[in-house]
Protein backbone atom coordinates (compact mmCIF):
# COMPACT_ATOMS: atom_id res chain seq x y z
CA UNK A 1 0.00 0.00 0.00
CA UNK A 2 1.10 3.35 -0.83
CA UNK A 3 1.61 6.30 1.62
CA UNK A 4 -0.89 8.07 0.18
CA UNK A 5 -3.09 5.13 0.42
CA UNK A 6 -2.50 4.91 4.36
CA UNK A 7 -2.98 8.04 4.97
CA UNK A 8 -6.37 8.41 3.12
CA UNK A 9 -7.21 4.97 4.81
CA UNK A 10 -6.76 6.69 8.27
CA UNK A 11 -8.13 9.90 7.38
CA UNK A 12 -11.20 8.13 6.39
CA UNK A 13 -11.90 6.63 9.97
CA UNK A 14 -11.37 9.92 11.48
CA UNK A 15 -12.45 12.66 8.89
CA UNK A 16 -14.33 10.84 5.75
CA UNK A 17 -15.74 14.24 4.26
CA UNK A 18 -11.78 15.54 4.15
CA UNK A 19 -11.09 11.94 3.09
CA UNK A 20 -13.26 11.61 0.11
CA UNK A 21 -12.66 15.18 -1.48
CA UNK A 22 -9.09 14.66 -1.09
CA UNK A 23 -9.74 11.17 -3.40
CA UNK A 24 -11.27 13.17 -5.56
CA UNK A 25 -7.69 14.99 -6.91
CA UNK A 26 -5.36 12.91 -8.70
CA UNK A 27 -2.92 15.37 -9.68
CA UNK A 28 -1.32 18.75 -8.80
CA UNK A 29 -2.67 21.29 -10.70
CA UNK A 30 -1.29 24.33 -8.60
CA UNK A 31 1.60 23.25 -7.27
CA UNK A 32 4.96 21.65 -8.45
CA UNK A 33 7.03 19.06 -6.11
CA UNK A 34 10.69 18.90 -6.70
CA UNK A 35 12.22 15.93 -4.80
CA UNK A 36 15.40 15.05 -4.41
CA UNK A 37 16.20 11.95 -2.73
CA UNK A 38 14.35 11.86 0.70
CA UNK A 39 11.09 13.55 1.28
CA UNK A 40 11.92 15.85 3.52
CA UNK A 41 14.29 17.22 1.24
CA UNK A 42 11.02 18.02 -1.21
CA UNK A 43 10.33 21.70 -2.00
CA UNK A 44 6.87 23.02 -3.36
CA UNK A 45 6.89 25.39 -6.04
CA UNK A 46 3.27 27.69 -5.92
CA UNK A 47 2.72 28.16 -10.47
CA UNK A 48 0.52 30.80 -9.92
CA UNK A 49 3.05 32.87 -7.56
CA UNK A 50 6.21 31.74 -8.45
CA UNK A 51 7.09 31.17 -4.52
CA UNK A 52 8.64 28.40 -2.99
CA UNK A 53 7.68 26.69 -0.02
CA UNK A 54 11.05 27.04 1.42
CA UNK A 55 13.54 29.54 0.81
CA UNK A 56 16.67 27.64 1.54
CA UNK A 57 17.43 23.85 1.47
CA UNK A 58 14.06 22.20 2.64
CA UNK A 59 15.29 20.00 5.19
CA UNK A 60 17.72 22.58 6.75
CA UNK A 61 14.72 24.67 6.68
CA UNK A 62 12.66 22.54 8.62
CA UNK A 63 15.11 21.61 11.17
CA UNK A 64 15.82 25.20 11.69
CA UNK A 65 11.90 26.08 12.96
CA UNK A 66 11.95 22.76 14.50
CA UNK A 67 14.62 23.87 16.70
CA UNK A 68 12.99 27.03 17.54
CA UNK A 69 9.78 25.79 18.18
CA UNK A 70 11.31 23.49 20.67
CA UNK A 71 13.10 26.14 22.29
CA UNK A 72 9.66 27.33 23.57
CA UNK A 73 7.48 24.45 22.72
CA UNK A 74 8.99 21.42 23.86
CA UNK A 75 7.09 20.27 27.08
CA UNK A 76 4.00 21.44 25.31
CA UNK A 77 0.77 19.07 25.20
CA UNK A 78 -0.82 20.47 22.56
CA UNK A 79 0.59 22.15 19.15
CA UNK A 80 -1.66 24.45 16.72
CA UNK A 81 0.43 25.03 13.35
CA UNK A 82 -0.89 26.85 9.98
CA UNK A 83 0.16 24.51 7.20
CA UNK A 84 1.63 21.21 6.56
CA UNK A 85 4.14 22.03 4.51
CA UNK A 86 6.06 18.86 2.78
CA UNK A 87 4.73 17.16 6.03
CA UNK A 88 8.06 16.76 7.75
CA UNK A 89 8.33 19.72 10.08
CA UNK A 90 4.61 17.84 11.27
CA UNK A 91 6.48 14.20 11.59
CA UNK A 92 9.39 15.76 13.81
CA UNK A 93 6.79 17.48 16.24
CA UNK A 94 4.90 14.03 16.21
CA UNK A 95 8.14 12.31 17.42
CA UNK A 96 8.04 14.51 20.76
CA UNK A 97 5.99 12.47 23.11
CA UNK A 98 5.23 15.21 25.06
CA UNK A 99 2.99 16.75 22.07
CA UNK A 100 -0.14 14.46 23.01
CA UNK A 101 -2.01 16.19 19.91
CA UNK A 102 -1.05 18.15 17.08
CA UNK A 103 -3.52 20.34 14.90
CA UNK A 104 -3.18 21.05 11.74
CA UNK A 105 -4.72 23.92 9.54
CA UNK A 106 -3.86 24.04 5.97
CA UNK A 107 -5.67 26.44 3.80
CA UNK A 108 -4.70 24.75 0.41
CA UNK A 109 -6.07 21.06 -0.47
CA UNK A 110 -3.66 20.46 -2.58
CA UNK A 111 -0.87 20.71 -0.67
CA UNK A 112 -2.90 18.24 2.01
CA UNK A 113 -2.50 16.12 -1.06
CA UNK A 114 0.46 16.09 -1.82
CA UNK A 115 2.37 15.86 2.04
CA UNK A 116 0.21 13.05 2.68
CA UNK A 117 1.64 11.57 -0.19
CA UNK A 118 5.53 12.34 0.49
CA UNK A 119 5.15 11.83 4.39
CA UNK A 120 3.36 8.46 6.27
CA UNK A 121 1.28 9.96 9.10
CA UNK A 122 -1.46 7.40 9.10
CA UNK A 123 -0.76 6.01 12.52
CA UNK A 124 -0.77 9.44 14.16
CA UNK A 125 -3.91 10.29 12.05
CA UNK A 126 -5.81 7.04 12.90
CA UNK A 127 -5.22 7.45 16.71
CA UNK A 128 -6.28 11.08 16.51
CA UNK A 129 -3.04 12.64 17.77
CA UNK A 130 -2.57 14.93 14.60
CA UNK A 131 -6.25 16.62 13.40
CA UNK A 132 -5.95 17.64 9.85
CA UNK A 133 -8.54 20.74 9.15
CA UNK A 134 -9.13 21.83 5.73
CA UNK A 135 -9.30 25.90 6.77
CA UNK A 136 -12.40 26.25 3.78
CA UNK A 137 -14.24 23.57 5.93
CA UNK A 138 -13.60 25.49 9.30
CA UNK A 139 -16.29 25.42 11.28
CA UNK A 140 -15.96 26.80 15.18
CA UNK A 141 -19.49 25.04 16.36
CA UNK A 142 -17.90 21.50 14.87
CA UNK A 143 -14.48 21.96 15.76
CA UNK A 144 -15.48 22.75 19.52
CA UNK A 145 -16.49 18.94 19.81
CA UNK A 146 -12.83 18.02 19.13
CA UNK A 147 -11.14 21.36 21.33
CA UNK A 148 -12.43 19.52 24.35
CA UNK A 149 -10.72 18.26 27.58
CA UNK A 150 -6.67 18.54 27.96
CA UNK A 151 -6.88 21.49 24.55
CA UNK A 152 -9.27 23.06 27.19
CA UNK A 153 -7.20 22.85 29.96
CA UNK A 154 -4.57 23.93 28.22
CA UNK A 155 -6.20 26.91 26.59
CA UNK A 156 -3.69 29.94 28.40
CA UNK A 157 -0.80 28.16 26.93
CA UNK A 158 -2.63 28.39 22.82
CA UNK A 159 -0.51 29.29 20.26
CA UNK A 160 -1.30 29.37 16.73
CA UNK A 161 2.58 28.99 14.46
CA UNK A 162 3.10 28.79 10.69
CA UNK A 163 4.56 25.64 9.24
CA UNK A 164 6.96 27.92 6.98
CA UNK A 165 7.41 31.89 6.26
CA UNK A 166 5.32 30.96 2.82
CA UNK A 167 2.11 30.66 5.02
CA UNK A 168 2.64 34.55 5.75
CA UNK A 169 0.48 35.23 2.59
CA UNK A 170 -2.91 33.63 3.96
CA UNK A 171 -2.96 36.45 6.40
CA UNK A 172 -6.80 37.35 6.43
CA UNK A 173 -7.22 32.98 6.80
CA UNK A 174 -4.95 33.13 9.57
CA UNK A 175 -6.27 35.85 12.01
CA UNK A 176 -10.33 33.83 11.11
CA UNK A 177 -8.98 30.31 12.27
CA UNK A 178 -6.95 32.83 15.16
CA UNK A 179 -9.74 34.05 16.60
CA UNK A 180 -12.39 31.02 16.01
CA UNK A 181 -10.74 29.40 18.02
CA UNK A 182 -10.19 32.18 20.52
CA UNK A 183 -13.72 32.50 20.33
CA UNK A 184 -14.57 28.54 21.66
CA UNK A 185 -12.10 29.09 24.55
CA UNK A 186 -13.89 32.27 25.05
CA UNK A 187 -17.15 30.02 25.18
CA UNK A 188 -15.67 27.23 27.95
CA UNK A 189 -14.47 30.27 29.83
CA UNK A 190 -18.01 31.99 30.39
CA UNK A 191 -19.42 28.03 30.60
CA UNK A 192 -17.38 27.11 33.14
CA UNK A 193 -17.63 30.22 35.42
CA UNK A 194 -15.72 29.88 38.70
CA UNK A 195 -19.09 29.45 40.88
CA UNK A 196 -20.29 25.55 41.78
CA UNK A 197 -24.05 26.64 43.57
CA UNK A 198 -25.56 26.28 40.57
CA UNK A 199 -24.16 22.41 40.46
CA UNK A 200 -24.36 21.90 44.20
CA UNK A 201 -28.19 23.22 43.92
CA UNK A 202 -29.08 20.84 40.77
CA UNK A 203 -27.56 18.10 42.76
CA UNK A 204 -29.82 18.44 46.10
CA UNK A 205 -32.54 18.57 43.52
CA UNK A 206 -31.59 16.01 42.21
CA UNK A 207 -31.24 13.67 45.23
CA UNK A 208 -34.79 14.87 46.18
CA UNK A 209 -36.44 14.47 43.20
CA UNK A 210 -34.51 10.90 42.45
CA UNK A 211 -37.94 8.84 43.85
CA UNK A 212 -40.37 10.77 41.60
CA UNK A 213 -38.13 9.99 38.61
CA UNK A 214 -37.59 6.53 39.17
CA UNK A 215 -41.74 6.38 39.65
CA UNK A 216 -42.65 8.16 36.54
CA UNK A 217 -42.38 7.33 32.60
CA UNK A 218 -38.88 6.89 31.47
CA UNK A 219 -37.12 8.80 29.44
CA UNK A 220 -36.97 6.51 25.95
CA UNK A 221 -40.99 6.18 27.08
CA UNK A 222 -41.84 9.64 25.34
CA UNK A 223 -39.47 9.34 22.93
CA UNK A 224 -41.63 6.38 21.75
CA UNK A 225 -44.85 7.52 22.16
CA UNK A 226 -44.59 11.05 22.10
CA UNK A 227 -44.37 11.54 18.48
CA UNK A 228 -48.21 12.26 17.10
CA UNK A 229 -48.18 13.62 14.11
CA UNK A 230 -44.73 14.04 11.38
CA UNK A 231 -44.51 17.48 12.15
CA UNK A 232 -42.80 19.47 15.68
CA UNK A 233 -42.86 22.80 15.96
CA UNK A 234 -40.57 23.89 19.05
CA UNK A 235 -42.33 27.23 20.57
CA UNK A 236 -39.81 29.52 22.34
CA UNK A 237 -40.74 33.11 23.98
CA UNK A 238 -38.69 35.56 21.50
CA UNK A 239 -39.95 38.83 20.41
CA UNK A 240 -41.33 36.89 17.24
CA UNK A 241 -43.67 34.67 18.80
CA UNK A 242 -46.43 37.13 19.09
CA UNK A 243 -47.02 37.35 15.44
CA UNK A 244 -46.62 33.62 14.69
CA UNK A 245 -49.70 32.62 17.16
CA UNK A 246 -52.81 33.10 14.97
CA UNK A 247 -51.03 30.58 12.45
CA UNK A 248 -50.22 28.15 15.45
CA UNK A 249 -53.90 28.48 16.74
CA UNK A 250 -55.21 27.37 13.31
CA UNK A 251 -53.27 24.52 12.99
CA UNK A 252 -52.67 22.81 16.33
CA UNK A 253 -54.46 19.89 16.34
CA UNK A 254 -52.00 18.86 13.15
CA UNK A 255 -48.67 19.61 14.28
CA UNK A 256 -46.84 18.31 17.72
CA UNK A 257 -46.50 21.32 19.87
CA UNK A 258 -43.04 21.39 22.05
CA UNK A 259 -43.31 24.82 24.35
CA UNK A 260 -40.78 26.00 26.13
CA UNK A 261 -42.13 26.70 29.93
CA UNK A 262 -42.15 30.12 30.01
CA UNK A 263 -44.23 29.86 27.06
CA UNK A 264 -47.12 28.47 28.55
CA UNK A 265 -49.25 31.58 30.02
CA UNK A 266 -48.90 32.66 26.56
CA UNK A 267 -49.75 29.74 25.06
CA UNK A 268 -52.81 29.69 27.37
CA UNK A 269 -54.31 33.46 26.70
CA UNK A 270 -54.32 32.20 22.74
CA UNK A 271 -56.07 28.87 23.91
CA UNK A 272 -53.13 26.71 21.86
CA UNK A 273 -52.23 23.97 24.39
CA UNK A 274 -48.97 22.28 23.92
CA UNK A 275 -48.26 18.80 23.40
CA UNK A 276 -45.31 18.79 25.42
CA UNK A 277 -43.32 21.23 27.73
CA UNK A 278 -39.94 21.53 28.84
CA UNK A 279 -37.81 22.88 31.61
CA UNK A 280 -34.36 22.67 31.70
CA UNK A 281 -33.74 25.46 35.00
CA UNK A 282 -32.89 23.99 38.46
CA UNK A 283 -33.77 28.13 40.01
CA UNK A 284 -37.39 28.33 42.00
CA UNK A 285 -37.72 30.80 39.96
CA UNK A 286 -39.37 28.77 36.53
CA UNK A 287 -41.87 27.74 38.31
CA UNK A 288 -44.07 30.76 38.03
CA UNK A 289 -44.72 29.79 34.39
CA UNK A 290 -46.29 27.13 36.21
CA UNK A 291 -47.98 28.83 38.79
CA UNK A 292 -49.51 31.26 36.37
CA UNK A 293 -51.55 28.45 33.99
CA UNK A 294 -54.28 26.42 35.29
CA UNK A 295 -54.82 22.88 35.84
CA UNK A 296 -57.59 22.57 33.06
CA UNK A 297 -54.95 24.15 30.48
CA UNK A 298 -52.60 21.29 32.21
CA UNK A 299 -54.23 18.74 32.05
CA UNK A 300 -52.78 15.98 28.64
CA UNK A 301 -49.72 17.64 28.58
CA UNK A 302 -46.02 16.38 29.19
CA UNK A 303 -43.92 17.94 31.19
CA UNK A 304 -40.77 17.10 30.41
CA UNK A 305 -38.56 18.01 32.65
CA UNK A 306 -34.82 17.71 33.82
CA UNK A 307 -34.21 15.79 37.51
CA UNK A 308 -32.53 18.93 38.98
CA UNK A 309 -36.06 20.93 38.67
CA UNK A 310 -36.86 22.56 42.15
CA UNK A 311 -39.35 21.34 44.61
CA UNK A 312 -41.72 24.80 44.14
CA UNK A 313 -42.24 23.82 40.56
CA UNK A 314 -43.16 20.37 40.77
CA UNK A 315 -45.35 21.93 43.41
CA UNK A 316 -46.99 23.89 40.63
CA UNK A 317 -47.48 21.28 37.95
CA UNK A 318 -51.43 20.57 38.96
CA UNK A 319 -52.42 18.11 36.24
CA UNK A 320 -50.76 16.40 33.04
CA UNK A 321 -47.84 13.69 33.06
CA UNK A 322 -44.63 13.57 34.35
CA UNK A 323 -41.40 12.84 32.74
CA UNK A 324 -37.97 13.51 34.55
CA UNK A 325 -34.81 12.86 32.68
CA UNK A 326 -31.04 13.64 33.89
CA UNK A 327 -28.68 15.56 31.91
CA UNK A 328 -25.69 14.24 29.89
CA UNK A 329 -23.05 15.61 32.28
CA UNK A 330 -21.13 15.15 34.53
CA UNK A 331 -22.14 13.57 37.84
CA UNK A 332 -26.08 12.06 35.72
CA UNK A 333 -23.52 9.52 34.46
CA UNK A 334 -22.79 7.77 37.37
CA UNK A 335 -26.51 6.77 37.41
CA UNK A 336 -25.75 4.75 34.20
CA UNK A 337 -28.03 1.90 35.34
CA UNK A 338 -31.19 4.42 34.99
CA UNK A 339 -30.01 5.23 31.32
CA UNK A 340 -33.71 4.70 30.39
CA UNK A 341 -34.79 7.91 32.49
CA UNK A 342 -31.79 10.08 30.17
CA UNK A 343 -30.01 11.45 29.46
CA UNK A 344 -31.35 15.14 27.64
CA UNK A 345 -30.57 18.48 27.97
CA UNK A 346 -27.34 18.70 26.42
CA UNK A 347 -27.69 22.49 25.56
CA UNK A 348 -28.62 25.59 28.12
CA UNK A 349 -32.16 26.45 27.49
CA UNK A 350 -35.28 24.93 27.72
CA UNK A 351 -36.13 25.38 23.42
CA UNK A 352 -32.89 23.46 23.22
CA UNK A 353 -33.40 20.96 25.14
CA UNK A 354 -36.86 20.86 23.24
CA UNK A 355 -34.92 20.70 19.95
CA UNK A 356 -32.97 17.72 21.25
CA UNK A 357 -35.73 15.57 22.18
CA UNK A 358 -37.43 16.33 19.23
CA UNK A 359 -34.46 14.99 17.55
CA UNK A 360 -34.67 11.86 18.67
CA UNK A 361 -38.30 11.42 17.97
CA UNK A 362 -38.72 10.30 13.85
CA UNK A 363 -40.51 13.69 13.22
CA UNK A 364 -40.22 14.04 8.82
CA UNK A 365 -39.52 18.01 9.99
CA UNK A 366 -39.11 20.09 13.07
CA UNK A 367 -40.61 24.11 12.93
CA UNK A 368 -38.93 26.29 15.31
CA UNK A 369 -40.92 29.47 16.10
CA UNK A 370 -40.40 32.22 18.20
CA UNK A 371 -36.76 31.36 18.33
CA UNK A 372 -35.42 34.79 18.21
CA UNK A 373 -32.05 34.79 20.33
CA UNK A 374 -31.57 38.66 19.45
CA UNK A 375 -33.56 41.99 20.82
CA UNK A 376 -36.78 42.60 18.08
CA UNK A 377 -36.73 45.95 16.30
CA UNK A 378 -38.34 47.56 19.18
CA UNK A 379 -36.07 46.24 21.37
CA UNK A 380 -37.55 43.96 23.35
CA UNK A 381 -36.65 40.35 24.58
CA UNK A 382 -39.82 38.32 24.73
CA UNK A 383 -42.97 37.90 23.44
CA UNK A 384 -45.98 39.72 24.04
CA UNK A 385 -47.89 38.33 27.80
CA UNK A 386 -44.64 37.15 28.87
CA UNK A 387 -45.14 37.48 32.45
CA UNK A 388 -41.81 38.85 33.23
CA UNK A 389 -43.08 41.32 30.64
CA UNK A 390 -41.56 41.67 26.93
CA UNK A 391 -38.62 44.21 27.70
CA UNK A 392 -37.36 41.24 30.70
CA UNK A 393 -34.01 41.47 29.25
CA UNK A 394 -32.89 45.38 28.88
CA UNK A 395 -30.09 45.91 26.70
CA UNK A 396 -26.71 46.88 27.85
CA UNK A 397 -23.37 48.53 26.45
CA UNK A 398 -21.15 45.30 26.27
CA UNK A 399 -24.26 43.35 24.11
CA UNK A 400 -22.59 41.20 21.15
CA UNK A 401 -24.41 41.01 17.44
CA UNK A 402 -24.63 37.84 15.34
CA UNK A 403 -25.73 37.87 12.53
CA UNK A 404 -29.37 37.93 11.41
CA UNK A 405 -32.17 35.65 9.94
CA UNK A 406 -32.44 35.84 6.38
CA UNK A 407 -28.43 37.37 6.46
CA UNK A 408 -29.55 40.56 6.66
CA UNK A 409 -26.89 42.03 8.89
CA UNK A 410 -26.37 42.13 12.35
CA UNK A 411 -28.64 42.00 15.71
CA UNK A 412 -27.83 42.73 19.01
CA UNK A 413 -27.79 39.94 20.94
CA UNK A 414 -26.44 38.54 24.61
CA UNK A 415 -23.61 36.32 25.33
CA UNK A 416 -26.49 33.96 26.66
CA UNK A 417 -28.29 34.33 24.00
CA UNK A 418 -25.42 33.59 21.32
CA UNK A 419 -25.06 30.48 23.74
CA UNK A 420 -28.54 29.03 23.16
CA UNK A 421 -27.63 29.39 19.49
CA UNK A 422 -24.54 27.35 19.64
CA UNK A 423 -26.74 24.58 21.46
CA UNK A 424 -28.79 25.00 18.33
CA UNK A 425 -26.06 24.56 15.80
CA UNK A 426 -23.64 22.12 18.25
CA UNK A 427 -27.40 19.75 18.00
CA UNK A 428 -27.92 20.11 14.03
CA UNK A 429 -24.54 19.62 13.24
CA UNK A 430 -24.56 16.45 15.17
CA UNK A 431 -27.94 15.38 13.47
CA UNK A 432 -25.71 15.88 10.33
CA UNK A 433 -23.26 13.46 11.18
CA UNK A 434 -25.80 11.14 12.78
CA UNK A 435 -27.52 11.03 8.99
CA UNK A 436 -30.61 12.00 10.03
CA UNK A 437 -32.95 12.96 7.32
CA UNK A 438 -35.84 15.34 9.03
CA UNK A 439 -35.85 19.00 7.84
CA UNK A 440 -34.98 21.61 10.59
CA UNK A 441 -37.15 24.80 9.70
CA UNK A 442 -36.26 27.98 11.31
CA UNK A 443 -39.98 29.58 10.79
CA UNK A 444 -38.96 32.34 13.89
CA UNK A 445 -38.66 35.02 11.02
CA UNK A 446 -36.68 37.48 12.75
CA UNK A 447 -33.85 37.40 15.32
CA UNK A 448 -30.44 35.64 14.72
CA UNK A 449 -29.91 33.13 11.98
CA UNK A 450 -29.29 29.48 13.14
CA UNK A 451 -26.53 27.81 11.04
CA UNK A 452 -27.98 24.37 9.75
CA UNK A 453 -31.18 25.48 9.52
CA UNK A 454 -33.89 26.35 6.49
CA UNK A 455 -35.17 29.63 7.02
CA UNK A 456 -38.80 29.36 5.73
CA UNK A 457 -42.10 32.07 7.03
CA UNK A 458 -43.83 29.88 9.14
CA UNK A 459 -47.33 29.50 6.53
CA UNK A 460 -45.17 28.37 3.70
CA UNK A 461 -43.66 25.53 5.69
CA UNK A 462 -47.31 24.75 6.76
CA UNK A 463 -48.96 24.78 3.87
CA UNK A 464 -45.77 22.98 2.18
CA UNK A 465 -45.32 20.06 5.44
CA UNK A 466 -48.24 19.57 7.53
CA UNK A 467 -51.55 17.93 6.41
CA UNK A 468 -54.62 18.27 7.58
CA UNK A 469 -56.42 15.25 7.01
CA UNK A 470 -54.59 14.06 10.08
CA UNK A 471 -55.87 14.86 13.40
CA UNK A 472 -53.13 14.13 16.41
CA UNK A 473 -54.20 12.00 19.54
CA UNK A 474 -52.85 12.99 23.05
CA UNK A 475 -49.51 11.42 24.26
CA UNK A 476 -50.39 8.82 26.78
CA UNK A 477 -47.02 7.07 28.66
CA UNK A 478 -46.67 4.03 30.60
CA UNK A 479 -45.55 4.05 34.24
CA UNK A 480 -42.94 1.73 35.35
CA UNK A 481 -43.96 -1.37 37.07
CA UNK A 482 -43.82 -1.15 40.52
CA UNK A 483 -41.04 -4.35 40.54
CA UNK A 484 -38.57 -1.95 38.44
CA UNK A 485 -39.97 0.86 40.62
CA UNK A 486 -38.52 -0.80 43.85
CA UNK A 487 -35.53 -2.26 42.33
CA UNK A 488 -34.06 0.80 41.35
CA UNK A 489 -34.83 2.88 44.25
CA UNK A 490 -32.23 0.18 45.93
CA UNK A 491 -29.59 0.89 43.02
CA UNK A 492 -30.06 4.62 43.70
CA UNK A 493 -29.47 3.73 47.46
CA UNK A 494 -26.05 1.95 46.58
CA UNK A 495 -25.13 4.53 44.21
CA UNK A 496 -25.45 7.29 47.09
CA UNK A 497 -23.37 5.45 49.35
CA UNK A 498 -20.66 4.45 46.92
CA UNK A 499 -20.45 8.23 46.19
CA UNK A 500 -20.12 9.12 49.81
CA UNK A 501 -17.28 6.71 49.59
CA UNK A 502 -15.45 7.93 47.29
CA UNK A 503 -15.45 11.40 48.72
CA UNK A 504 -14.43 10.84 51.99
CA UNK A 505 -11.52 9.02 50.94
CA UNK A 506 -10.95 11.81 48.52
CA UNK A 507 -11.31 14.79 51.51
CA UNK A 508 -8.78 12.58 53.64
CA UNK A 509 -6.19 12.60 50.65
CA UNK A 510 -6.15 16.47 49.86
CA UNK A 511 -6.71 17.05 54.16
CA UNK A 512 -3.74 15.40 54.36
CA UNK A 513 -1.72 17.00 51.24
CA UNK A 514 -3.62 20.94 52.48
CA UNK A 515 -1.60 20.25 55.64
CA UNK A 516 1.82 19.70 53.78
CA UNK A 517 1.61 22.26 51.53
CA UNK A 518 0.72 24.86 54.39
CA UNK A 519 4.03 23.42 56.50
CA UNK A 520 5.96 24.08 53.51
CA UNK A 521 4.72 27.95 52.79
CA UNK A 522 4.70 28.76 56.02
CA UNK A 523 8.01 27.85 56.33
CA UNK A 524 9.17 30.01 53.41
CA UNK A 525 6.80 32.78 53.02
CA UNK A 526 9.12 35.20 54.60
CA UNK A 527 11.47 35.25 51.64
CA UNK A 528 10.73 36.90 48.57
CA UNK A 529 9.39 35.07 45.96
CA UNK A 530 11.90 35.83 43.44
CA UNK A 531 14.62 34.45 46.09
CA UNK A 532 13.61 31.30 46.61
CA UNK A 533 15.49 29.19 44.61
CA UNK A 534 18.00 30.52 47.25
CA UNK A 535 16.16 28.72 50.37
CA UNK A 536 14.66 26.07 49.30
CA UNK A 537 15.97 22.80 48.11
CA UNK A 538 15.11 20.96 45.09
CA UNK A 539 15.12 17.36 46.54
CA UNK A 540 11.95 18.85 49.20
CA UNK A 541 9.82 20.53 46.62
CA UNK A 542 10.44 17.36 44.50
CA UNK A 543 9.14 14.79 47.16
CA UNK A 544 5.93 17.64 48.02
CA UNK A 545 5.11 17.54 44.01
CA UNK A 546 5.08 13.85 44.24
CA UNK A 547 2.84 14.13 46.67
CA UNK A 548 0.62 16.12 44.82
CA UNK A 549 0.70 14.06 41.73
CA UNK A 550 -0.84 11.22 44.58
CA UNK A 551 -3.98 13.22 45.06
CA UNK A 552 -4.27 14.42 41.21
CA UNK A 553 -3.98 10.87 40.31
CA UNK A 554 -7.11 9.92 42.81
CA UNK A 555 -8.89 12.98 41.29
CA UNK A 556 -8.82 12.79 37.91
CA UNK A 557 -7.94 8.96 37.50
CA UNK A 558 -10.02 6.87 39.32
CA UNK A 559 -13.96 6.29 39.59
CA UNK A 560 -14.28 9.74 41.74
CA UNK A 561 -13.82 11.60 38.60
CA UNK A 562 -17.37 10.39 36.99
CA UNK A 563 -19.28 11.66 40.28
CA UNK A 564 -17.16 15.05 41.86
CA UNK A 565 -15.36 16.52 38.74
CA UNK A 566 -18.80 18.33 37.28
CA UNK A 567 -19.48 19.57 40.83
CA UNK A 568 -15.95 21.13 41.52
CA UNK A 569 -14.60 21.52 38.09
CA UNK A 570 -15.88 25.22 38.01
CA UNK A 571 -14.54 26.29 41.39
CA UNK A 572 -11.09 24.67 40.46
CA UNK A 573 -11.06 25.33 36.78
CA UNK A 574 -9.46 28.24 36.23
CA UNK A 575 -6.75 27.02 38.79
CA UNK A 576 -6.03 24.18 36.40
CA UNK A 577 -5.69 26.36 33.67
CA UNK A 578 -2.50 28.03 35.40
CA UNK A 579 -0.96 25.15 36.56
CA UNK A 580 -1.51 23.38 33.15
CA UNK A 581 0.73 26.65 31.78
CA UNK A 582 3.04 26.93 33.97
CA UNK A 583 3.85 22.55 33.77
CA UNK A 584 4.88 24.01 29.97
CA UNK A 585 7.80 26.10 31.31
CA UNK A 586 11.30 25.32 30.61
CA UNK A 587 13.61 24.10 33.12
CA UNK A 588 16.89 24.67 31.83
CA UNK A 589 18.98 25.95 35.25
CA UNK A 590 18.59 24.37 38.84
CA UNK A 591 16.60 28.32 39.64
CA UNK A 592 13.58 27.56 37.03
CA UNK A 593 13.22 23.77 38.33
CA UNK A 594 12.67 25.37 41.75
CA UNK A 595 10.45 28.28 40.92
CA UNK A 596 8.41 26.12 38.88
CA UNK A 597 7.94 23.24 41.89
CA UNK A 598 7.17 26.46 44.12
CA UNK A 599 4.44 27.60 41.65
CA UNK A 600 2.95 23.97 42.07
CA UNK A 601 2.99 24.16 45.60
CA UNK A 602 1.36 27.39 45.70
CA UNK A 603 -1.35 26.33 43.14
CA UNK A 604 -2.44 23.26 44.79
CA UNK A 605 -2.35 24.64 47.77
CA UNK A 606 -5.84 26.34 46.56
CA UNK A 607 -6.70 23.73 44.83
CA UNK A 608 -6.83 21.08 47.30
CA UNK A 609 -8.72 23.89 49.75
CA UNK A 610 -11.27 24.54 47.73
CA UNK A 611 -11.71 20.68 46.75
CA UNK A 612 -11.87 20.28 50.19
CA UNK A 613 -14.61 22.46 51.00
CA UNK A 614 -17.18 21.27 47.93
CA UNK A 615 -16.02 17.61 49.23
CA UNK A 616 -17.63 18.81 52.42
CA UNK A 617 -20.81 20.06 51.14
CA UNK A 618 -21.38 17.38 48.53
CA UNK A 619 -20.93 14.87 51.51
CA UNK A 620 -23.61 17.10 53.37
CA UNK A 621 -25.84 17.10 50.77
CA UNK A 622 -25.38 13.50 49.95
CA UNK A 623 -24.84 11.69 53.45
CA UNK A 624 -28.86 12.85 54.71
CA UNK A 625 -30.61 12.16 51.54
CA UNK A 626 -28.99 8.98 51.27
CA UNK A 627 -30.49 7.63 54.95
CA UNK A 628 -33.95 9.27 53.64
CA UNK A 629 -33.82 6.67 50.54
CA UNK A 630 -32.29 3.90 52.62
CA UNK A 631 -35.05 3.84 55.18
CA UNK A 632 -37.83 3.96 52.05
CA UNK A 633 -36.52 1.24 50.29
CA UNK A 634 -36.57 -1.06 53.81
CA UNK A 635 -39.71 -0.09 53.99
CA UNK A 636 -40.57 -2.03 50.74
Do not use: C
Amino acid sequence: MSIYSKNIAALESVNAELAAKLSQLTANEKYEVFASGHYADANILDTQTDTFMYEKRPIDEIEETYVELMKEYKLYKIMYIYGIGNGHLINMLLQNHFHEFIYVFEPELELLYIALNLTDLSEDITSKRLILIHTQDFDSVIFRRIVEGLAVVHLKAYDLRLNAAFYNSYVDDIKKVNQDILKIFRYYLVSTGNDATDELLGLEHFVQNLPLMLKNPQLNNLVHKGKNSDTAIIVATGPSLTKQLPLLKEIQDYVTILAVDASMPVLEKEGIKPDIVTTIERIALTGEFYKKTSKEFQEGIVFALTAIVAEELLENIKAGQLQLSMRPTGWHYAFMGFDKYGYLGLGMSAANMAYELASSMDFKQILIIGQDLAYGEDGNSHAKNHIFGSDEIKQKAHDEYTEAYGGNGKVRTTKFWKMFLNGYENKIAQNKEEEKTFLTINATEGGARIKGTIEMPLSEALETYVDKAYTKEQIVLDLPSKELYEQNMRQAVEKLAEAIEMGKTMKRSVKKLLKLLTAVIRKYKKYPVEDIHLHAKEKELIKIVDKIAVSRDLYYNGEFKKFYESLISPLITHIEYDIAYWSLQKETTNKDKVHKEWKMILFHHEWAYRILVNVDAILAILEPREVELREMVEEF
